[in-house]
C-alpha cells in the first residue's frame, strides 16, 4: 500500500518537473528572442527564477525517492547485518525528523514571505516559497516509507538498503 502511494506521487512528480523544464526552456528562449530583435519581456526573468526554484526543490525530491543524494556508505555497508540495519534505521530516522522540522520551519517562512509580492509580476511569494513545505512533507513520507520497510524487513533488508534507488516501472 505505502509503495502503491509513492509510485502514485512519483508519476505526478516526474511529469511536473519535465514539465516545469519544458517551461523553463521556452522562457528563457523567450526572453533571449526578444532581447536580441524586440524590447526585453520583463516578466520571463522572474517566472526563470521561480521555475528554477521549484525544479530545484522537486528534482530533490526526486532524487530523494530514488536514494541518488549524495551519501557515504562504505562505513555502513562494513557492518553485520542486525548494527547495520539498526545504522540505517537511525539514519532514515534522522532524515524523517529533520523532514518533519523542515515542514514547519518552511510553512513559517512561506507565511512570513506571504506579505512579500514579486516585483514585475506582482505574485505573493507564497508560491514561490511554498515549495519548501510541499517537498520536505514529499520527503518525509518517502523517509517513513523507507523507515517502515528498513524495520519490517529485517537485517536483509539493510543488505541491499531500500529499493527506491530503482526507477518506478
Known amino acids: 500500500m505505502l509503495k502503491k502511494v509513492e509510485r502514485a506521487i512519483d508519476a ?7 514539465g516545469a523544464m519544458v517551461a523553463l526552456i521556452a522562457v528563457i528562449t523567450l526572453q533571449i528572442i526578444s532581447r536580441v530583435f ?7 526573468e522572474e517566472v526563470a527564477r521561480f521555475l528554477l526554484v521549484w525544479i530545484t ?3 530533490a525530491t526526486l ?3 530514488r536514494g541518488r543524494h549524495i551519501a557515504v556508505t562504505f562505513l555502513v555497508n562494513a557492518l553485520p547485518g542486525r548494527l547495520r540495519q ?13 523532514m518533519i522540522a523542515l515542514v514547519f520551519v518552511g510553512y513559517r517562512y512561506t507565511q512570513v514571505q506571504s506579505y512579500q509580492t514579486s516585483a514585475s509580476l ?10 519548501i513545505p510541499a517537498t520536505a512533507a514529499l520527503m518525509g513520507w ?7 520497510e528498513l524495520v519490517a524487513g529485517g537485517p536483509e533488508s539493510a543488505d541491499t538498503g531500500s ?4 526507477p518506478p516501472t
Open 12 to 18: 505526478v512528480m516526474q511529469p511536473v518537473v519535465f
Open 38 to 44: 524586440f524590447t526585453a519581456v520583463g516578466w520571463t
Open 63 to 65: 532524487a530523494f525517492q
Open 86 to 98: 539498526l545504522t540505517r534505521i537511525l539514519a532514515v530516522a534522522i532524515a524523517l525528523g529533520f
Open 122 to 131: 506582482g505574485w505573493s511569494m507564497t508560491y514561490v516559497y511554498s515549495v
Open 142 to 148: 518517502y523517509s517513513f516509507v523507507d523507515l517502515v
Open 163 to 166: 529499493d527506491l534507488s530503482e
Open 57 to 59: 526543490f522537486l528534482g
